[in-house]
């Protein structure tokens, strides 16, 4: 029988166990009598037991709601602060829930687990600060309706007059979309002459902590000074808090953070001086912090002076900087300021107002931080001035200008740091006259070039640089009296500039074409790349050495922008008081020439020649490139061109084919198949289809004189007829030459009679249109193409069951193609005239097999000739082609099986297979020349197909009850990647 258990209180274990059903509340159950029972209460227990601890776990995050607008510290008060905070910290992913604003009266408990504070609306927690993680996995996400805020000094009688942090903790992570507020300081004495103000708190303080920022943290600002009454002193005033300090932290910040406004200061008695005014607090300070901003980051403002009845008004407090530290990394694509200095205190007697101060930089850092900037940083304004945007001392310091990058004021550096342009993308420009003692950028000890994007340095001045990575640009006159080292994976590409110290290249240093650099001496080290730019014979760059060009590694020429290149020679490519070396490897981008360097005294010119036939360093030739990227139907067009540019480089063939580079044989390669003839002669095979779909037509009304069609319906009477039809043929790529589509229309119209009873005959004319589009994408071509056709046939019986046909026609079409050359931007035309004959006979015997189903076999012989007149095209310049005429022919030997079947009175289906062998089947072949030179013909090979040919076919005919003929037919001939399709439908009503 089933057995039941239950759980049961187990006093000794002190907890719930499984227990069987006839277990006793006290003592011990009866006892399982065989070991199978034992086995199922043991796995009965075991499953219970799992399902009462699954119960007791928790299953989802739960949410505690904040009710009580006032919070002790007691944590056993369902609905204040402390008790929700005590609660979620027993799990993670808990939310607090906060339906009121809170004023924190004592010390709320630490958060030590992941959760999330949100509202409903905006509420506010104030009067205490929220204590986070101290080292543990306590993090906090606070919604975009929550505002913290510290508690103000001398909170409740307290003796502290300092106000306090918003949030403080270690190790802990919060990410902030509310509004996060420190307390602000009071004064300690509610009298006169002695009152001195405190400082205000911080937003966010701590160590080891992450903060991400999508709202706002604002530190607490400072109390000014008391007043000196009669005779007093004033009094001192206090400090702006930072929005975020502490050490070894993590700063992500989108939003806005601001340090503390300093106070004003205490204003003096009739005989007294003023207090001094309070500085603003950072944005962000401390140590060993990582910060990313692109948001807002704003020092505090410095407090006003205090006021004196007699004497000099006390002096305006200093702002707070947007960043401060050592040992910090700060990249800052956002915002970054400095704070205002305060005014100075006015004097009512007969002394003097204070003097204002200036404003304080937006980061500072005392050493080893390194900075990165692609926004703004800006320092603070006082006295009509304004402070450096950074400031650098302690030395070790890199600070990295990126693309985008501004500073509004100076940057300044006490010495031992590293002033770069960087970034990872995107260009810039950069002023050398922008360095100096009294210049925007003061007191760096080294210049650099790093990362992937491209500065260009313009002006002059006398710093030395290293290139080390990404893209140098030295400007049209451009002058440095430094040196410059070039390191492997930095480049410099140099315009008409001059260095005057010595350059040392172990990465690229390129002389633009056109362009004349001035160096002092030169060292090509062996892993170092000299690059020549060269676009035209009498356009290259040229290197001048005052000194020793010392030669090793790689000379390159860049030909990538080259035209009217030709045989001959570029000389004082380097010119040099003294050369010492070679260089160990010659190398270009030019695909059709070469570069030797020669070495005549003091100087190295480049020799130019064409390229080699069988390639070779440097160089290669068209025909080369062609085939070894397959393009074997554009080979005679290579070898041409090849000629071509050989005896005239710089003709108007020529010049179009000397701007291909290394890596660009591909498109080397395209550009010769946009050369090629029409359809590559597959206009020839489209043209054939066409004439196949009407000779389809005529076939199958011989075939209905004898009714041997059944389900091909002719329009009129047994003497004069006409049928329309469409066909759609598809030619695939074969062997690197591209196939094309074509769609067929037209129509077939005959008269003919008998002549006998066993003879038959007529005459029918035909009109075709033909659409053909090539199927490449790299050299785009189409043509249309009206197909006029004269057709004689006929019959003869020769017994009852056995019939010979006859078929023989002319025709002349009528052809316009248009070939697109994208890479000379042109399109070439051409119009021209073919024409077409064929002859046909054939033999069937039909077979009745059953009263209602006849097999009707067949052989049969067919001829067709066509040829194209020649023809020259236009629109397209040198690269129009003077096409000969060709002629293109087949002889077709098949044989064919009918099967009809009358499935009843008024409905007859009929299919129809066969077979036939092109016994001529030759693979059709173009000669032509371009116009820029008719002297040089090329043969282009195109389509090669099997000579079998598959033909299948299926006829529907039925006559309603009211007289109407309805009738379908579909034709499929298909040869080695080639399909041609024809569809019909038919309906005749008879009036």
């Given at each position: 029988m089933n057995k039941i258990y239950s759980l049961v209180w187990n006093r000794r274990q002190g907890k719930f166990v499984v227990a069987q059903e006839n277990a006793a509340s006290?003592?011990?159950?009866?006892?399982?009598?065989?070991?199978?029972?034992?086995?199922?209460?043991?796995?009965?227990?075991?499953?219970?037991?799992?399902?009462?601890?699954?119960?007791?776990?928790?299953?989802?995050?739960?949410?505690?709601?904040?009710?009580?607008?006032?919070?002790?510290?007691?944590?056993?008060?369902?609905?204040?602060?402390?008790?929700?905070?005590?609660?979620?910290?027993?799990?993670?992913?808990?939310?607090?829930?906060?339906?009121?604003?809170?004023?924190?009266?004592?010390?709320?408990?630490?958060?030590?687990?992941?959760?999330t504070i949100t509202a409903n609306s905006a509420v506010q927690i104030y009067g205490g600060t929220l204590v986070l993680g101290n080292g543990t996995a306590g993090s906090v996400s606070l919604g975009n309706n929550v505002r913290v805020i510290g508690a103000d000094g001398n909170n409740r009688g307290s003796t502290n007059y300092n106000g306090g942090n918003a949030v403080s903790g270690s190790g802990f992570a919060l990410a902030n979309s509310g509004t996060i507020i420190a307390g602000n300081g009071d004064i300690d004495s509610g009298g006169v002459g002695v009152g001195i103000?405190?400082?205000?708190?911080?937003?966010?303080?701590?160590?080891g902590f992450t903060l991400t920022n999508f709202g706002t943290i604002t530190a607490g600002n400072g109390a000014s000074g008391g007043s000196g009454g009669s005779s007093d002193n004033g009094g001192d005033s206090g400090n702006g808090g930072n929005g975020v300090s502490g050490s070894g932290f993590t700063l992500v910040n989108s939003g806005n953070i601001n340090g503390g406004r300093g106070a004003k200061g205490g204003d003096g008695g009739s005989s007294g001086r003023p207090g001094s005014a309070g500085n603003g607090g950072n944005g962000v300070s401390g140590s060993g912090f990582t910060l990313t901003n692109s948001g807002t980051i704003n020092g505090g403002n410095g407090g006003s002076g205090g006021n004196v009845n007699t004497g000099i008004g006390g002096a305006g407090g200093s702002g707070g900087n947007g960043v401060s530290g050592s040992g910090f990394t700060l990249t800052n694509s956002g915002s970054i300021n400095g704070g205002n200095g305060g005014n100075g205190g006015a004097s009512s007697g007969a002394g003097s107002g204070g003097s204002n101060t200036v404003g304080s930089a937006a980061v500072v850092s005392t050493g080893n931080a390194t900075i990165y900037n692609s926004g703004t940083i800006a320092g603070g304004t006082g006295r009509g001035?304004?402070?450096?945007?950074?400031?650098?001392?302690?030395?070790?310091?890199?600070?990295?200008?990126?693309?985008?990058?501004?500073?509004?004021?100076?940057?300044?550096?006490?010495?031992?740091?590293?002033?770069?342009?960087?970034?990872?993308?995107?260009?810039?420009?950069?002023?050398?006259?922008?360095?100096?003692?009294?210049?925007?950028?003061?007191?760096?000890?080294?210049?650099?070039?790093?990362?992937?994007?491209?500065?260009?340095?313009?002006?002059?001045?006398?710093?030395?640089?290293?290139?080390?990575?990404?893209?140098?640009?030295?400007?049209?006159?451009?002058?440095?009296?430094?040196?410059?080292?070039?390191?492997?994976?930095?480049?410099?590409?140099?315009?008409?500039?001059?260095?005057?110290?010595?350059?040392?290249?172990?990465?690229?240093?390129?002389?633009?074409?056109?362009?004349?650099?001035?160096?002092?001496?030169?060292?090509?080290?062996?892993?170092?790349?000299?690059?020549?730019?060269?676009?035209?014979?009498?356009?290259?760059?040229?290197?001048?050495?005052?000194?020793?060009?010392?030669?090793?590694?790689?000379?390159?020429?860049?030909?990538?922008?080259?035209?009217?290149?030709?045989?001959?020679?570029l000389s004082q490519v380097i010119s040099?008081?003294?050369?010492?070396?070679?260089?160990?490897?010659?190398?270009?981008?030019?695909?059709?020439?070469?570069?030797?360097?020669?070495?005549?005294?003091?100087?190295?010119n480049l020799l130019v020649a064409a390229a080699p036939s069988s390639g070779g360093s440097g160089g290669t030739t068209i025909f080369k490139t062609t085939m070894e990227q397959g393009n074997f139907p554009g080979s005679?067009?290579?070898?041409?061109?090849?000629?071509?540019?050989?005896?005239?480089?710089?003709?108007?063939?020529?010049?179009?084919?000397?701007?291909?580079?290394?890596?660009?044989?591909?498109?080397?390669?395209?550009?010769?198949?946009?050369?090629?003839?029409?359809?590559?002669?597959?206009?020839?095979?489209?043209?054939?289809?066409?004439?196949?779909?009407?000779?389809?037509?005529?076939?199958?009304?011989?075939?209905?004189?004898?009714?041997?069609?059944?389900?091909?319906?002719?329009?009129?009477d047994r003497n004069v007829w006409f049928k329309p039809f469409g066909s759609w043929a598809n030619q695939g790529d074969r062997n690197g030459v591209s196939g094309f589509n074509a769609s067929t229309y037209g129509v077939v119209a005959g008269v003919d009679r008998p002549f006998s009873e066993?003879?038959?005959?007529?005459?029918?004319?035909?009109?075709?249109?033909?659409?053909?589009?090539?199927?490449?994408?790299?050299?785009?071509?189409?043509?249309?193409?009206?197909?006029?056709?004269?057709?004689?046939?006929?019959?003869?019986?020769?017994?009852?069951?056995?019939?010979?046909?006859?078929?023989?026609?002319?025709?002349?079409?009528?052809?316009?193609?248009?070939?697109?050359?994208?890479?000379?931007?042109?399109?070439?035309?051409?119009?021209?005239?073919?024409?077409?004959v064929h002859a046909g006979v054939g033999l069937a015997r039909s077979f009745a097999l059953s009263p209602a189903t006849t097999f009707t076999p067949s052989i049969r012989a067919d001829y067709t000739w066509i040829r194209d007149a020649g023809y020259t095209e236009s629109g397209a310049g040198a690269l129009n082609l003077n096409v000969d005429s060709r002629s293109a022919s087949q002889f077709v030997l098949s044989t064919d099986g009918k099967l009809n079947l009358q499935l009843n009175p008024d409905t007859n289906l009929a299919f129809n297979a066969g077979v036939g062998y092109d016994t001529i089947n030759k693979q059709a072949s173009i000669t032509s020349a371009y116009a820029g030179a008719p002297g040089v013909s090329f043969a282009t090979y195109g389509l090669e197909q099997s000579p079998w040919i598959g033909r299948v076919g299926a006829a529907l005919s039925t006559t309603t009850t009211g007289g109407v003929s309805l009738s379908l037919r579909y034709d499929l001939e298909a040869r080695s990647s080639f399909t041609n399709q024809t569809a019909s439908a038919k309906a005749r009503w008879r009036f």
């Open positions: 006290r003592g011990r159950g009866k006892q399982a009598s065989t070991g199978a029972g034992k086995r199922a209460q043991h796995a009965v227990t075991a499953a219970l037991a799992l399902a009462a601890t699954l119960l007791a776990a928790p299953v989802m995050a739960t949410n505690y709601t904040v009710t009580s607008n006032t919070d002790n510290g007691t944590i056993s008060t369902p609905g204040t602060l402390s008790w929700a905070i005590d609660q979620a910290n027993t799990g993670s992913g808990n939310t607090i829930t906060i339906v009121t604003n809170v004023e924190v009266i004592s010390t709320l408990p630490t958060i030590t687990q992941p959760i103000g405190g400082s205000g708190g911080n937003g966010v303080s701590g160590s001035l304004t402070a450096n945007a950074v400031t650098l001392s302690g030395g070790g310091n890199k600070l990295v200008l990126q693309v985008g990058g501004q500073f509004t004021g100076n940057v300044v550096s006490a010495g031992g740091d590293t002033f770069a342009l960087g970034g990872a993308s995107g260009s810039g420009s950069f002023s050398l006259s922008d360095i100096g003692a009294t210049a925007k950028y003061q007191g760096f000890s080294a210049f650099t070039k790093q990362d992937a994007g491209t500065w260009t340095l313009t002006g002059s001045g006398t710093s030395s640089w290293t290139a080390q990575g990404g893209t140098l640009v030295l400007a049209d006159s451009m002058s440095l009296t430094g040196t410059l080292a070039v390191q492997s994976g930095g480049t410099v590409t140099a315009n008409n500039a001059t260095v005057s110290g010595a350059v040392n290249n172990a990465g690229t240093f390129g002389v633009s074409a056109g362009k004349t650099v001035h160096t002092g001496a030169y060292t090509n080290a062996s892993g170092g790349t000299l690059r020549i730019g060269v676009s035209g014979m009498s356009s290259y760059g040229k290197l001048v050495v005052n000194g020793t060009a010392t030669l090793g590694g790689t000379l390159f020429v860049d030909a990538a922008s080259a035209s009217g290149i030709s045989a001959g020679s040099a008081t003294t050369i010492s070396g070679t260089f160990a490897t010659t190398s270009t981008n030019s695909l059709l020439f070469t570069y030797t360097p020669s070495y005549v005294g003091n100087q190295v005679g067009a290579a070898k041409a061109l090849d000629q071509i540019i050989g005896a005239n480089p710089n003709g108007a063939i020529g010049s179009l084919f000397q701007g291909f580079i290394t890596g660009q044989q591909r498109q080397l390669s395209n550009a010769v198949s946009q050369t090629l003839p029409l359809l590559v002669g597959g206009s020839q095979v489209a043209v054939n289809s066409a004439f196949s779909g009407v000779n389809r037509v005529v076939q199958s009304r011989i075939d209905g004189n004898r009714g041997l069609s059944s389900g091909d319906e002719f329009l009129g066993q003879a038959r005959a007529g005459v029918a004319l035909a009109y075709a249109r033909s659409t053909v589009d090539g199927n490449s994408s790299v050299a785009p071509q189409s043509s249309k193409v009206d197909v006029y056709q004269l057709i004689g046939y006929g019959s003869y019986s020769l017994d009852q069951d056995t019939e010979l046909n006859l078929q023989g026609d002319i025709a002349r079409n009528s052809n316009r193609g248009k070939r697109s050359i994208a890479f000379a931007s042109s399109v070439a035309e051409g119009a021209y005239d073919s024409t077409g």
